[in-house]
């Protein structure tokens, strides 16, 4: 192959014949014509046509974040730091960014389902637009089409559009930034080089350390986009690092130095600098976030319902891990095309060994692709499958770019594009072969795919074909995102779960990895387990209907049991406060979700999951004696679980459990509503000497961390009873509408019907081997005999 088979530089037109001699019959025009810029603009406004449509179906999507937006348009404290309740008492444990838009949009149009997920909806669109625009300027009008067109129709990126969940506004800050940074390189301007290393910060502001992934694509884009000397090399990479962390640190310096900020949720101590560094952080990666050794989730088939039997905790982390169903159906539709394109990229920029905007850009692109892909696939802490839309964009510009190198290239380019087509129809097939619906696309969608694979190859060796080359790439194109954009079109049909956004066929099958569970031969190494995970998949039936959620859940770990609030008791909490910030304290967001929706002002003491340090005695018989609170939730129907593996420890939930229930008194709700509450309220006016004192008597807490009921205890190091993660086990219960009483007040009981139904759904936080200490034996298991063995299991409560 000569030097110049697959060079993409613009050139006047040629025609390009059998020679293999470069071609440039898409240049890319010195301006945009009208006629161009229409074309972009009606992709942008179909994404957002498809991403709004419909979008009332979905609620208010995650009800945590929904609840913390509605808190944040009642007074300026809340929106500035973010806070989770009305009163300013806790944070959810994630930066406020998203959450800004999402409440500016509510206190603009009202506070309702649509105006909660619009900013979601418009910034899909905006990334799509700008990821256009951002491929068009480097590679050319074709090129940039087919990455916005690709982008649009990657169901995964339309999912989190349609969500309260940040991460459609952190792929709109990935792409925002990749767009500055091309044009630092078309430029040499440094103050884009700033604005790049700006976006990344704003998108730490959204969820975090997950945008700082893109850095270093950045940094090569400049050093391989633009010929100048290193100083000024040094002063653009500079830029953008110093301007990430400009932005970044202004936040965590609100948090951790203002006496007026909340509890940050999610942290041991209560400090963004906590945050970033460990739940949200290194714990995400290497799987340390507060609970016991590092562990992926069980892979395969099984998993977490609510979404058809797919495992939304991404399965054993390896290799093959994206291809996993949840996530391969997602995003990875064209991922041998995006491969074959960035392996001919990289040949021709050796080859070239020049630095200019096609090479910065390839670098971008690529970089951004395989630092996400390999962090995605061996992350050891909480992972759930919708984190993948980060990577859609990466994947979608490299697609734009593989299109460009098959137009301007020569007789290997098109060939090495019939393989990746060839490829790609393979892949396809695999990923049709996993579900039951749709079963005319295991047909059409090869086949297209075949006949598009033979086309490209007449071409390579017919100039007679070369009139062809646009519906041949037209064509090839549609035959790829044919099956993605039927995912599409189911999502516009049926709500997604809340929680779990995805967008899938209503019909799923149980089906695990590829072919018997991964790959043939055992699968994807680390990708799953062979035959499907464990037996039996996912529950049967495939999971919850409808759009499943957070409402009335218990809170995991929290000790405070399961069980939402009825209505009617919180009317009457409410008609009995005047003064008081707030009406209720509960144990978890999960008991605090639909009431701060519904414009109760409740306060979670645990935050998400209830493990939270947040509450600690001194600063409860505070709340109390200064009239801010009066009102404290217990368990319903017994004292709640212990804390077991979650993070947090939260003083113990039990422990303030024993407080309240040794210093308050129980509410008399017999004549509340129809009196069939089964909620604990304790009235503690007056009552914070005697809490202060119980908290002082108290026995060592009940959970597994270190604190002993003072508030000062840190996350615990081990994991709960038996080894059994209670928190995440509860929560994953919960969420699939497994009754989780099973597990109050101890290990669970093997035998007990409802745990082996959870020990299949919920596999990862089971320990290895059973429960250690004899607690219970697994289905099946004789006395005395050793239980199978598995991979690691997760340790950690699951924040979205």
């Known amino acids: 192959m000569s030097e110049d088979t697959l060079t993409i530089a613009a050139e006047p037109n040629v025609s390009a014949g059998t020679t293999g001699r470069p071609e440039s019959l898409d240049p890319v025009p010195p301006a945009l014509s009208g006629r161009g810029r229409l074309i972009e603009a009606a992709i942008a406004i179909a994404a957002l046509v498809l991403n709004a449509w419909n979008l009332s179906i979905n609620g208010y999507g995650n009800a945590y974040y929904a609840a913390a937006a509605r808190s944040m348009t009642s007074s300026w404290h809340n929106f500035i730091y973010g806070s989770y309740d009305a009163g300013g008492f806790i944070t959810p444990d994630k930066p406020p960014f998203a959450l800004w838009v999402q409440a500016a949009s509510a206190k603009v ?10 900013p979601s909806a418009v910034a899909g669109a905006l990334a799509v637009w700008l990821l256009t625009i951002t491929v ?149 990666v290497f799987g340390n976030e507060g609970g016991g050794a590092p562990g992926g989730g069980a892979g395969g088939g099984g998993g977490f319902a609510g979404a058809g039997g797919v495992d939304q905790f991404g399965g054993t982390p390896g290799i093959g891990r994206l291809f996993n169903m949840g996530m391969g159906d997602q995003v990875m539709w064209l991922s041998v095309i995006v491969g074959v394109s960035l392996i001919a990229g990289i040949l021709t920029a050796v080859r070239r060994r020049r630095r200019d905007p096609q090479t910065g850009s390839l670098a971008l692109f690529g970089v951004w692709a395989v630092l996400t892909y390999l962090l995605f696939a061996y992350s050891k802490g909480i992972f759930h499958n919708y984190y993948v839309s980060a990577l859609a964009p990466a994947m979608a510009a490299l697609v734009g770019i593989g299109i460009a190198q098959v137009l301007r290239g020569g007789r290997p380019a098109r060939l090495m594009a019939a393989a990746a087509v060839v490829g790609t129809a393979v892949v396809e097939l695999i990923l049709l072969r996993r579900v039951d619906a749709f079963s005319w696309l295991r047909i059409v969608a090869p086949v297209a795919l075949a006949l598009v694979a033979i086309a490209l190859v007449l071409w390579a060796f017919s100039e007679s074909m070369t009139r062809w080359r646009y519906v041949t790439i037209g064509a090839g194109l549609a035959a790829g995102l044919i099956a993605p954009a039927m995912w599409i079109g189911s999502g516009l049909t049926h709500a997604q779960t809340a929680t779990f956004p995805d967008a899938r066929p209503a019909v799923m099958s149980n089906g695990g990895g590829f072919p018997g569970g991964g790959f043939p031969g055992g699968g994807f190494p680390g990708g799953g387990y062979p035959g499907g995970g464990l037996p039996g998949g996912g529950l049967p039936g495939g999971g919850l209907p409808g759009t499943g959620g957070d409402g009335g859940a218990g809170a995991p770990g929290g000790g405070f049991g399961a069980g939402g609030i009825d209505t009617s008791v919180l009317d009457y909490l409410q008609a009995s406060t005047t003064t008081e910030t707030w009406i209720l304290a509960v144990g978890s967001s999960m008991q605090a979700d639909t009431p701060i929706i519904e414009g109760y002002r409740v306060m979670s003491m645990g935050g998400f999951s209830g493990s939270d340090n947040a509450m600690s005695a001194e600063r409860l018989a505070g709340l109390v004696r200064t009239g801010q609170l009066r009102y404290v939730s217990g368990s319903s129907g017994g004292p709640g679980g212990p804390g077991g593996g979650a993070p947090g420890g939260f003083a113990g939930g039990s422990g303030v459990t024993t407080w309240v229930a040794s210093a308050c008194t129980v509410v008399d709700l017999s004549s509340v509503g129809d009196g069939t509450s089964t909620a604990v309220i304790y009235d503690c006016a007056g009552k914070a000497d005697a809490i202060l004192e119980a908290a002082k008597n108290a026995p060592a807490s009940t959970t597994t961390g270190t604190g002993t009921g003072t508030g000062t205890g840190t996350r615990p190091t081990g994991n709960g009873p038996g080894g059994v993660d209670m928190a995440a086990l509860q929560e994953c219960m919960v969420a699939q509408g497994i009754d989780a009483s099973a597990l109050q007040g101890g290990p669970p009981n093997f035998a007990d019907p409802a745990v082996q139904e959870a020990m299949q759904a919920c596999a990862q936080y089971l320990p290895a081997g059973g429960p250690a200490g004899g607690a219970g034996q697994q289905p099946g298991q004789q006395p005395g005999q050793q239980p199978a063995q598995r991979p690691g299991a997760a340790t950690t409560t699951s924040s979205p």
């Open 136 to 284: 068009r300027r480097v590679w050319g009008r074709t090129a940039g089409i087919a990455a916005g067109v690709a982008l649009a129709l990657t169901p995964m990126m339309f999912a989190v559009a349609r969500s309260s969940n940040p991460d459609a506004i952190l792929v709109l800050m990935l792409v925002a930034a990749a767009w500055a940074t091309e044009r630092a390189v078309a430029t040499n301007t440094l103050r884009w080089s700033a604005a790049a290393g700006a976006l990344v910060g704003l998108g730490f502001l959204t969820k975090m350390l997950a945008a700082a992934v893109i850095l270093p694509a950045l940094g090569l884009a400049v050093l391989f986009g633009v010929s100048v000397s290193w100083r000024r090399h040094a002063a653009h990479i500079g830029l953008i690092g110093a301007a990430f962390v400009a932005v970044s640190g202004a936040w965590v310096a609100l948090m951790d130095l203002s006496p007026n900020s909340p509890f940050v949720g999610g942290s041991t101590d209560g400090s963004a600098w906590n945050l970033v560094f460990g739940y949200n952080g290194f714990g995400r």
């Open 109 to 118: 149009f009202g506070y309702s389902s649509w105006s909660l997920l619009l």
